[in-house]
């Protein structure tokens, strides 16, 4: 294991340790389009609630 880790840091050394300091530039653009879905999935359930109490009051 340890040569593994040698190696790859030999190859690459600064994506040689994955994690949130030395993410990969396509791990973070998947990392922010997570965010902006799970912000934009909030935005979604909050209209849908205010749209049905509005719906049902206007009956």
């Known amino acids: ?5 040698v190696k790859e ?4 050394p600064v994506q040689a340790v994955p994690g949130h ?5 396509e791990q973070l653009e998947i990392e ?3 965010r902006e879905v ?3 999935k909030a935005e979604r359930d909050i209209l ?3 749209a049905a109490y ?3 009051e206007a009956t």
């Open 38 to 40: 799970a912000k934009l």
């Open 54 to 56: 509005f719906a049902k």
């Open 21 to 25: 300091g030395q993410m990969k530039p």
């Open 48 to 50: 849908k609630k205010a």
């Open 32 to 34: 922010r389009l997570r």
């Open 9 to 12: 840091f030999g190859s690459d």
């Open 1 to 5: 294991m340890l040569r593994k880790w």
